[in-house]
């Protein structure tokens, strides 16, 4: 009797521990850099909230385009007003998967490269986005990081020909962030 | 004619030093800049989670003094992040400072003041600056 309650006790463990399998950051930074000849524009956001399921593979981030600091305050507002019109699409949002989610050990000390994909949303548009991501685990702390370029048009924003030659076509957007296991309460 | 000349060009140097120094102004420091609303943490909280549209229409952009209690600070080499307890264990108010701010201690009442940004799993501020 004791032994079959000891088993049960350690199965309902078991399946808790394993359902509570997520990851997430309230602080995942996510910057992109446009860059030609006449100006480099870079802007920062400290404040993405991401979750990852490692029972599923199932990645998501959202940020709040507001949230992007510029070094300058008129790009700042040009960014936000003129072309990510911020107040009418306040969020970005990737909605994705990891293909070898399976061969990735969060609970082991490693490095491990993750093929992700899935579909990001900015100013009211869709596109599909195929990358890569490293998870890093070091002693038990779990980070990634990504990169990945995206073209400006494939968004709807539309650029002005009096600063066309300012702002590159394709941006750069990097990602990193430390993850933290979501505990049950 | 030549002092005309002179005049026009010192208005145009004039002219050109102005935007060039609006184009590369930094961004103010919200210390300095007028609040819009002042609230606390958890009727900010059930603002958003009530009704995100019009919480957004009224608070986005704007400048906010938010009383709470500190729940939670988290900081890189880059950013100091503080959450302030909204009485919702999943959802906060997150302020990402200004800059790190050693004063702030883990349950103590404080009043910050930022930018709001919107709502995701919690309402973010940014360039937050203690009142």
Request: aromatic content about 8%.
């Amino acid at each position: 009797m004791k032994k079959i309650v000891a088993t049960l006790t350690f199965l309902a463990l078991a399946i808790v521990t394993l359902q509570a399998q997520k990851y997430f950051s309230k602080t995942g930074e996510i910057s992109f850099h446009s860059s030609t000849p006449i100006e480099d524009i870079e802007a920062v956001s400290h404040s993405a909230s991401t979750v990852f399921d490692v029972e599923s593979g199932k990645i998501q981030w959202a940020v709040l385009i507001k949230s992007f600091e510029f070094e300058k305050a008129l790009m700042q507002e040009h960014f936000n007003e003129n072309y990510m019109e911020s107040s009418k699409y306040p969020k970005g949002v990737f909605k994705g998967s990891i293909k070898n989610y399976e061969s990735i050990d969060l609970t082991k000390d490693g490095k491990y490269t993750a093929e992700v994909n899935g579909t990001l949303e900015i100013h009211g548009k869709s596109n599909l986005i195929e990358t890569t991501a490293i998870f890093k685990v070091e002693n038990g702390q779990v980070s990634a990081t990504s990169d990945f370029k995206i073209a400006v048009a494939d968004y709807g924003i539309e650029i002005p020909s009096v600063v066309r030659d300012n702002i590159a076509k394709e941006v750069e957007v990097k990602i990193k962030t430390n993850y933290e296991l979501l505990e049950k309460s | 004619m030549k002092k005309i000349l002179a005049i026009l060009f010192c208005l145009g140097l004039v002219g050109a030093l102005i935007g060039l120094y609006m184009f590369n102004k930094p961004l103010e420091s919200v210390s300095s800049m007028k609040t819009n609303y002042s609230i606390n943490a958890s009727d900010l909280l059930v603002a958003f989670e009530e009704n995100e549209t019009s919480a957004n229409t009224k608070y986005l952009d704007k400048v906010l003094e938010v009383k709470g209690i500190v729940d939670k600070m988290e900081s890189t080499e880059e950013k100091t992040t503080i959450y302030l307890d909204a009485g919702n264990p999943l959802s906060s108010i997150i302020f990402q400072l200004e800059k790190s701010d050693s004063e702030l201690k883990k349950g103590e009442e404080v009043t910050l003041k930022g930018i709001c940004t919107g709502y995701l799993m919690d309402v973010v501020l940014v360039r937050g600056v203690k009142v």
